[in-house]
């Protein structure tokens, strides 16, 4: 491997160093969240009002029936407060469930315990049947535009293609991303000697506020022929594209197992989740 790329690995490695000493030495504590009212106005159009308080100052999102997400303080307040038409909200239930998520300025995410608030007798709500296969088809259609790949191999650049698929995601205080999640990915590298990988491997993500996230990652991968090894990478969320897709960048690196001849990647993709199993 040549310079360019062990120095690039260097700085994402003492990047993550610096961010997590941050984070140790603001000294990280507990923040509880109290609700103080949740109720649904009587008139119309009825609204779901809901006010609680942080032990640290923080910023705050509500998820709706573990489905919409709205943000209720953008900026760090110990003190949240927020109003929803619930025109559009769908439900086949009698009763409105949601539950709340805060995070600290030292980085501490807390989430409360799944609320139920009782749904006035004359809304009606039901499951949606009105969906859009226009936005579904075209995020389909995004969702599998494959990410690009700049391969090292045996001495020789190659361009790449290839596409990961999360398969079971698992969940732990976190609103916008999972705490971690095993995948499956094929590549395909355009006239390098060996063109065909399948991977499986594992992706924990450390949610930051200067970055969507920081995963790094373990997987095994092979190229049917024999050829299999061990992978270990680093991917950073830059930006989201419309609340579901996230533009990443990351760099990994592969052992072979049997022989002395491993090789390296650059690669930008799109991550998303919404075809993975959620635990």
Not at 10 to 16: E, F, W
Not at 53 to 60: G, L, P, R, V
Not at 170 to 192: C, D, K, T, V, W
Request: with cysteine; charged share 20%.
């Amino acid at each position: 491997m040549n310079l360019m790329p062990k120095t690039l690995f260097l700085i994402l490695l003492l990047l993550i160093k610096n961010m997590f000493a941050q984070v140790e030495s603001s000294g990280v504590s507990s923040n509880e969240i109290f609700v103080i009212d949740s109720y649904i106005t009587p008139e119309k159009p009825h609204k779901l009002i809901v006010s609680f308080s942080t032990d640290d100052s923080s910023t705050s999102v509500i998820v709706l029936q573990n489905i919409k997400t709205f943000i209720v303080s953008n900026s760090f307040t110990d003190n949240h407060k927020i109003e929803i038409e619930l025109d559009g909200i769908k439900s086949d239930s009698t009763v409105l469930k949601y539950f709340l998520s805060a995070r600290s300025k030292n980085g501490v995410e807390t989430k409360s315990d799944l609320y139920e608030v009782e749904l006035p007798r004359d809304i009606s709500l039901t499951e949606a049947n009105d969906v859009n296969w226009t936005q579904m088809c075209l995020g389909g259609l995004v969702y599998a535009i494959p990410g690009i790949e700049y391969v090292g191999m045996d001495g020789g650049e190659y361009l790449g293609l290839y596409k990961e698929l999360p398969v079971w995601s698992f969940y732990s205080g976190g609103y916008n991303y999972p705490q971690g999640y095993f995948g499956i990915e094929y590549a395909h590298y355009l006239s390098a000697p060996r063109q065909n990988f399948l991977r499986f491997g594992y992706k924990h993500i450390f949610q930051f506020d200067q970055l969507k996230y920081i995963s790094p990652g373990l997987s095994l991968f092979g190229d049917f022929k024999g050829y299999n090894g061990l992978s270990a990478e680093i991917s950073v969320g830059l930006f989201q594209i419309k609340n579901i897709f996230t533009f990443y960048t990351r760099y990994r690196y592969n052992f072979q197992l049997k022989q002395s001849s491993s090789f390296y990647e650059f690669a930008f993709g799109l991550y998303a989740n919404f075809f993975s199993f959620n635990f």
